[in-house]
T-cell receptor, first 108, second 112 residues
């Protein structure tokens, strides 16, 4: 079983919709959780960083971690075409493990 | 500006011709890492370094070498490249291994 799993997509949603991206993980020792965004032909960039369970909000983005079910979510409100990218979820304890990424298309 | 710089950005070469991809960071980070990214396989770690003169294998180290003689630099060496090493390569750095990593913009290698 892979340590961090996410649906590869692509996920296509209309502009302005709420986007929900999800991951599951298997290692109960994970304490650190992150979301990265990767545009085509660019390196991944950190979007959200949370420690342990709970919610974290930053502008239109909300990260949610449920350690009891080993579930990580990223919500994007009022989605924009510029949000079209691949989103990588990450879990970690003494090192971080990347999921393979979900491709997101926001349709104008 | 905090950044991780990789060179070259693109390289087409032939089987067996030794090449080096350089990586430099200006954030005084202790941890540095190399990944390759292939369609459907995601990011796979090649080698990492916890500090100067400390390096270790990641998940896919075969065919690669690294060195960490200075804190800011972490070059990736392909002694005898083969076509299965054609990929998109990323260098990353962070304060510690479990902290958010800063990535370079990638190096696209094609081995013919």
């Amino acid at each position: 079983q892979k340590e961090v799993e996410q649906d590869p997509g692509p996920l296509s949603v209309p502009e302005g919709a709420i986007v929900s991206l999800n991951c599951t993980y298997s290692n109960s020792a994970f304490q650190y959780f992150m979301w990265y965004r990767q545009y085509s032909r660019k390196g991944p960039e950190l979007l959200m960083y949370t420690y342990s369970s709970g919610n974290k909000e930053d502008g239109r983005f909300t990260a949610q971690v449920d350690k009891s079910s080993k579930y990580i979510s990223l919500f994007i409100r009022d989605s924009q075409p510029s949000d079209s990218a691949t989103y990588l979820c990450v879990g970690g304890d003494d090192k971080i493990i990347f999921g393979k990424g979900t491709r997101l298309h926001i349709l104008p | 500006e905090a950044q991780v710089t990789q060179n070259p950005r693109y390289l087409i070469t032939v089987t067996g011709k030794k090449l080096t991809v350089t990586c430099s960071q200006n954030m005084n980070h202790e941890y540095m890492s190399w990944y390759r990214q292939d369609p459907g396989l995601g990011l796979r770690q090649i080698y990492y370094s916890m500090n100067v003169e400390v390096t270790d294998k990641g998940d896919v180290p075969e065919g690669y070498k690294v060195s960490r003689k200075e804190k800011r630099n972490f070059p990736l060496i392909l002694e005898s490249p083969s076509p299965n090493q054609t990929s998109l390569y990323f260098c990353a750095s962070s304060l510690l291994a479990n902290q958010p990593q800063h990535f370079g913009d990638g190096t696209r290698l094609s081995i013919l």
